[in-house]
């Protein structure tokens, strides 16, 4: 077997033990038996919200609840409403399960206790327009975030200000019912205010702050951006919940899983499948997704030693700044892989002259697309001037498919951000 055909093997199988990892059905399980008082309504949100609403169902819950997910990990969960809405890009039916969502939480009172079961991918699941916010305008403000090239902390900065339900609010519609998250982390650093922008967490970050950044970055040109913020100002719209307020003392959260035990499980595959594998240190993935592969491409030459192969396992969230009027078609992820194979390839004799790159989003989707990521090997055919244009027009889909190198994976039933496995060797 040739070089890379068994190393990319070994970074697709890695990547399936960092899936397996990530599924939520067992811990979900298990925190819902530890739970000391059991829920009388359950509302999953997210691109795992059926994966975790079939885990309580099948712990013993036998009431009634809400599932919004994305279309490809739709299905029926007996006894819950289970609703299909768009991502990245929110729809019509995504706002008639935000309404179900705040019919639900308005009718429970004191001795009720309500269970969000939360994973990423809900910010755009569940649009709920602040008053005088249309869905068209939500879904332009929502297409200039995805454009901008900020981090998904900051893009969910903007959101929590322009939602009936983000920003903890639903916990506020929830009051006086006890209220407990359960969260799968999609995020870098695992804040809760930035999984599904928050729907139960106080947002810290002062309305002058995002005020600044919302114009540094140009979101203002909407014309319905400044006359909202103005009205959340003098206090004739709603603001976000902040810390303090006395509907979070009701409010329980705890983060079941993370990106991180996707890397655990990936680099344990690796390390049990070739013991002597040299680990190099593996930055968080952050920052503009063609930057951080020639960061990743960098690494890899400085770092590796010629005697034995090496492995780098990294994960987070990059981002791609987009032009507007020409956004081309991929996602961080594929676009990460061919950078960084372009980057490999410009080195010439710097580089190992045998490597692979799996770069992947743990939910099976990278952007807007049907794929996960990408995956490239040394060996293959690699055209720089194609890849070039692809790169520079943020079209890394086309290129990718018409070499055979897109990671198809399907829905994963989790989402924990994306993850890098790169293998090398001399």
């Not at 059905?25 to 298990?30: A, C, L, M, Q, V």
């Not at 890009?89 to 399960?97: Q, S, T």
């Not at 045998?354 to 040394?378: E, K, S, Y």
Request: net charge negative.
């Amino acid at each position: 077997m040739h070089f890379d055909a068994s190393f990319e093997a070994l970074a697709r199988n890695s990547f399936a033990a960092a899936l397996a990892a990530g599924q939520p059905d067992r811990i979900t399980r298990s925190a819902y038996a530890a739970l000391d008082q059991k829920p009388t309504a359950v509302i999953a949100l997210g691109k795992a919200a059926g994966a975790m609403a079939a885990a309580v169902r099948n712990g013993g819950y036998d009431g009634s609840g809400l599932v919004i997910t994305t279309d490809e990990n739709h299905r029926q969960i007996d006894g819950f409403d289970c609703f299909a809405s768009a991502h990245p890009v929110p729809d019509e039916r995504g706002l008639a399960a935000a309404i179900a969502v705040e019919n639900q939480v308005k009718s429970l009172g004191q001795a009720d206790h309500l269970l969000l079961l939360i994973s990423g991918g809900g910010s755009a699941l569940l649009p709920a327009p602040s008053s005088g916010i249309s869905l068209a305008q939500k879904i332009a403000l929502n297409d200039a975030l995805l454009a901008s090239g900020l981090d998904i902390h900051a893009m969910n900065v903007v959101r929590r200000l322009f939602s009936r339900l983000k920003g903890g609010r639903l916990a506020r519609l929830a009051a006086p019912a006890k209220v407990t998250q359960f969260l799968l982390s999609d995020v870098p650093g695992d804040l809760p205010e930035s999984i599904a922008s928050g729907p139960a967490v106080a947002d810290p970050v002062p309305f002058d702050d995002a005020l600044q950044l919302i114009q540094k970055h140009g979101l203002d040109r909407l014309d319905f951006v400044m006359p909202h913020l103005q009205a959340i100002q003098n206090g004739t719209a709603d603001g976000p919940v902040r810390s303090g307020d006395l509907v979070l003392d009701k409010v329980q959260t705890r983060i079941l899983a993370s990106n991180a035990q996707c890397r655990d499980a990936a680099a344990g595959y690796i390390r049990q499948a070739m013991p002597k594998m040299q680990f190099l240190d593996a930055p968080a993935l952050d920052g503009e997704a063609s930057q951080m592969a020639a960061h990743l491409a960098a690494q890899v030459i400085s770092q590796r030693h010629a005697d034995k192969p090496c492995a780098l396992v990294a994960g987070g969230e990059t981002t791609v700044t987009l032009d507007m009027a020409n956004p081309g078609k991929g996602g961080r992820s594929q676009e990460l892989a061919l950078a960084f194979a372009a980057a490999m390839t410009a080195a010439r004799s710097s580089a190992p002259k045998n490597w692979v790159i799996l770069a992947g989003g743990t939910d099976g989707r990278d952007g807007p697309t049907d794929a996960a990521g990408g995956i490239m090997a040394a060996s293959q055919n690699f055209d720089q001037t194609a890849a070039r244009a692809a790169l520079l027009s943020h079209n890394s889909y086309d290129y990718l498919k018409a070499h055979d190198q897109l990671l198809m994976v399907g829905a994963t039933g989790t989402n924990l951000a994306d993850l890098v496995l790169i293998i090398a060797q001399d």
